[in-house]
């Protein structure tokens, strides 16, 4: 079962954050072999982070709430709250597997917060700058609550655009880099 994970900073937890920062990989280390895609939010470009986004392949339910809330970030306060939901992956692949690559370009989170109907259940045909894609679910996967996309985009209003408008009840844009240890 896939599930997308994102942890938001509270106000003012850089400093802490940095600190545990080995602390945190080593966590996220022990999920190498599940993770399909990882990485911080920030602000803006090259500010603060704001966040940590990590989407993983795990047993069940009860494993990805151990997953979230066992997090070293998360168990220190570093963290405001947690969106933690069942998510399908769409394009079949990880960040990893993305053409793009690394670098080149600006990368976001494109988090669309569902209301009523399912919307955008059918990957868009131009998928050349989708790095993750897929639908948020209810624990029993059988409810859409929403749709969260890792994107290379020029800007943030272009992110935004891969889901449809006025068929969510927000859409949030974040700026997002590739997580994990530098090479």
Known sequence: MEFFCFHRDRRDSVALRNELLEEHWSYMDRYAAQMIARGPTFADEGDAPTGSVHIIDLPDPAAARAFAFEEPNYQAGVYRDVLLRRWRNMLGRTMWDFAGGRTGGNRYLVLGL??????????????????????????????????????????????????????????????????GRPS
């Open 114 to 179: 569902g209301a009523g109907q399912a919307a955008d259940l059918v990957v868009p045909t131009d998928r050349d700058d989708l790095i993750a894609y897929g639908p948020l679910l209810s624990d029993d996967g059988a409810t859409w609550l929403g749709t969260a996309v890792l994107v290379r985009a020029s800007d943030l209003d272009t992110a935004r655009a891969v889901l449809t408008p006025n068929r969510y009840a927000d859409i949030e844009v974040h700026d997002w880099a590739y997580g």
